[in-house]
């Protein structure tokens, strides 16, 4: 679980690295798909991508069951809430499944239009490798730029308590690093979720590169 875990949130870290040139330039950002697009490392990278998140769903499936196991006929039970046991830690699997949601929609929007198109021969008014062009098309809709803070939101809240938790899980627990490693934590997964964010909004906002010269598509679904 917490290696899965520590893998998505390295990935992570440069899909928001990556989203925040298209602030700065689309022909960079455009060209990073290029590079990425329909090639054999990329379409690698995808298939052990998908791989790991059914892996991380499918152990963090398996604990809520144990867990619910060992809990027996307490379940049910109506129980104070523990002290120092943040809401979030006690939901993660609810959080993993909106994120699991918000991921459909994300492949739907884009690696569908984009990759998937490149592999499929599929035309489309935007072309597979006008990455900044989806996006523009993608958050000038209201209701998707909605549902992508609420996805957002979700993720901060899984990735601060995994984060550390994952580090707690492989040995790196001290007394005087734990609370250490919490902050950290949160300062990066907040700094990871803020790129997301960023782009979202400004272009949520009506922003587009000054560089950028392909269609501007509204989204039709919206």
């Known amino acids: 679980m917490s290696v899965t ?12 690295s990556m989203n925040v040139v298209a602030l700065i330039s689309a022909k960079g950002y455009n060209m990073i798909c290029e590079f990425l697009g329909a090639n054999w490392y990329a379409v690698v990278a995808t298939v052990g ?10 152990f963090a499936l398996w604990l809520t069951i144990q867990n619910r196991k060992a809990r027996g006929a307490s379940k049910y039970a109506v129980t104070d809430k523990p002290e120092k046991v943040e809401w979030y830690s006690q939901n993660m699997f609810v959080l993993g499944l909106i994120i699991c949601l918000g991921l459909c929609l994300h492949l739907y929007n884009f690696w569908y239009n984009m990759m998937y198109a490149e592999l499929a021969g599929i035309e489309n008014e935007i ?9 523009i098309q993608t958050f000038s809709c209201p209701v998707y730029t909605c549902i992508y803070m609420v996805w957002l939101c979700a993720l901060w809240f899984h990735l601060n308590h995994g984060f550390w938790s994952a580090l707690q899980t ?3 627990n001290g007394k005087v690093w734990f609370n250490r490693w919490r902050v950290i934590s949160c300062i990066y997964t907040t700094v990871v979720v803020l790129m997301f964010v960023a782009v979202a909004l400004a272009f949520a906002f009506g922003y587009v590169p000054s560089d950028y010269e392909g269609p501007v598509v509204c989204c039709s679904g919206c």
């Open 49 to 58: 991508l998908a791989g790991l998140v059914a892996l991380h769903f499918i």
């Open 170 to 172: 492989m040995g790196w």
């Open 127 to 135: 072309a597979p490798t006008n990455g900044v062009g989806y996006i």
């Open 5 to 16: 875990g520590m893998a998505l949130i390295l990935f992570l870290t440069f899909h928001a």
